[in-house]
């Protein structure tokens, strides 16, 4: 744990509380911390440099976040993928995007340009040439930001955001410090610009469609995949 927090600044006017929060959801989003690791609140408060009082605060909210699990007599833990959660995050995230891209090809939002998108798979295509992972994943948000944003819709973005903290995180760790799919994932991305400079709803949403995948495929694929054993957390019968 010292190590992951090496470098961490904490500003002494601002709430404690809160920027532990960000800290600690950064590294289980980013899968720095692993699905189902203890978390120490003595190990925090000793490299932070600080009580353990805002440390468990921020763990109680991080486990109202579902991101951190709290057992009691037991201690804290990062929560394992939740099929559950991710199947509703692919459904929150399609429907969102499907509703935005329609939009954009119907009547985009005159204030922001198509052009904004080319230019982000632009940016995005010097990425994959140079192979930099964080460079493309960061232009691939950008790009379904701006979906929202030339929809008219900004503020839905946050929403679907929201619900993205296991599908982020599943994406993580099949990928790791790679670019996989990237010339596909171009196209895709080029198919949806195409169909919205055609002003074609229909073929936008055929083309986001393809894009992000049915969800109940998505779901499936979580318990073939070698890479996720024992990071699952399977459904319990009622």
């Known amino acids: 744990m010292a190590d992951l927090l090496t470098g961490a600044r904490l500003d002494p006017e601002a709430n404690i509380t809160f920027q532990v929060f960000d800290i600690l959801r950064e590294l289980i989003v980013t899968v720095r911390l692993r699905p189902g690791q203890r978390i120490s609140e003595k190990e925090i408060a000793a490299a932070l440099g600080i009580s353990k009082t805002p440390v468990r605060e921020a763990l109680i909210r991080l486990d109202e976040v579902n991101l951190v699990r709290i057992v009691p007599q037991s201690g804290s833990y990062v929560t394992r993928i939740c099929t559950v959660r991710y199947a509703t995050a692919c459904f929150i995230r399609l429907q969102l995007e499907i509703g935005a891209v329609r939009d954009v090809a119907a009547r985009p939002d005159p204030r922001h340009r ?125």
């Open 114 to 238: 198509i052009g904004d998108l080319d230019e982000i798979l632009a940016r995005q295509a010097e990425a994959l040439a140079r192979q930099d992972a964080a460079a493309f994943r960061e232009l691939d948000e950008r790009f379904h930001r701006q979906l929202f944003v030339l929809s008219g819709h900004a503020d839905a973005w946050a929403t679907a955001r929201r619900a993205q903290f296991d599908l982020n995180r599943v994406r993580l760790i099949r990928r790791g410090h790679r670019i996989v799919g990237g010339p596909r994932v171009l196209g895709e991305h080029a198919a949806i610009v195409e169909a919205i400079r055609a002003r074609d709803p229909q073929r936008a949403e055929g083309a986001i469609r393809a894009h992000i995948g049915a969800p109940d495929r998505e779901v499936g694929a979580l318990f073939t995949d070698e890479r996720l054993r024992g990071l699952i957390e399977r459904p319990t019968a009622n």
